[in-house]
């Protein structure tokens, strides 16, 4: 029986097509077995809780993962709550969490604050992602 991967998925809801097409990619391998750790789109949360119970609703989220992906799409550098997730990545767990960028397909521009942060930066394809997180998760 293979290896059960834990991830958080950071991404923002507004490019919700690039988090589905990276579940897609996930998917791909059959061999490759992951539990997704994200909060979901209609978690209430969202729309009706504060910043800060959002905050701890993604940090008790990215608790059960052993990796955390992030979208690099350039809409990242721009996103408040990306950064506040590489924060509680690095700094609210006593071992931090690796991240891995993952560069969007076709994307001319990336977000270098998600690049700088990561542990690995891959491109849009399910090989290079599914072995860094072997390697990282």
Excluded: C
């Excluded at 991967?5 to 992951?34: Q, R, T, V």
């Excluded at 990561?118 to 990282?136: F, P, T």
């Amino acid at each position: 029986m293979s290896k059960q991967y834990h991830l958080f998925i950071s991404h923002s809801w507004a490019y919700a097509d690039a988090y589905e097409g990276l579940l897609k990619l996930l998917n791909k391998d059959s061999s490759f077995s992951f539990s997704d750790y994200s909060v979901p789109k209609d978690d209430p949360i969202h729309t009706n809780g504060t910043d800060k119970q959002l905050y701890a609703a993604i940090k008790e989220k990215m608790s059960h993962a052993s990796v955390i992906l992030i979208l690099a799409g350039v809409y990242s550098t721009y996103s408040k709550w990306i950064n506040k997730e590489i924060t509680i990545a690095q700094t609210e767990f006593v071992v931090p969490k690796p991240i891995i960028a993952v560069q969007p397909w076709g994307a001319e521009k990336t977000s270098t604050v998600v690049k700088d942060a990561a542990n690995r930066i891959v491109g849009w394809n399910s090989n290079s992602i599914i072995d860094a997180i072997k390697e990282l998760g």
